[in-house]
């Protein structure tokens, strides 16, 4: 039914459950599946990483970028079975959710698979939910796991 799943990734997104349930829909479904990350476009005014905060250039916030999302993408191919074809696409949005959507759009997904962080209440009024706005905008299926 589904050939080319894009699934967007963050670093608290990767967990063996999730990963595992995405073995299982590949495999049954004989699909490909897409890793995506989304940067922000802008680098920061600077990074705190320690006491002394600098300016970043917006080549080196894109290297960062590159080098972090590699990292994740690494992490997520591990997870996942090596007979599914697995390719990476990383992009730049303010918005993660409409990131999401162009990225399925561009890879010519058929199903876009997220995780929820399961936000309720007022945390979730207050941080948002990317998947929600996913499911509000896209036109592709959208398939929400939780772990």
Not at 91 to 103: F, L, M, P, R
Not at 116 to 126: C, N, P, V, Y
């Amino acid at each position: 039914m589904y050939k080319n799943i894009l699934l967007p990734i963050g670093s608290d997104l990767i967990n063996i459950k999730i990963m595992s349930q995405i073995n299982t829909l590949a495999a049954d479904n004989n699909a490909d599946v897409v890793l995506s990350y989304i940067s922000e476009p802008l680098a920061p005014n600077f990074y705190s990483d320690s006491t002394m905060n600098y300016y970043v250039s917006e080549d080196d916030h894109k290297k960062a970028c590159e080098v972090y999302s590699t990292k994740l993408f690494d992490q997520a191919k591990k997870l996942l079975d090596s007979s599914i074809k697995v390719s990476t696409h990383h992009s730049y949005s303010a918005n993660v959710s409409h990131g999401i959507i162009k990225a399925a759009e561009k890879v010519h997904a058929d199903l876009i698979v997220m995780a929820s962080h399961k936000r309720t209440g007022i945390k979730g009024f207050i941080l948002g939910s990317d998947s929600h706005d996913v499911i509000l905008h896209s036109h592709l299926p959208v398939l929400v796991l939780g772990d």
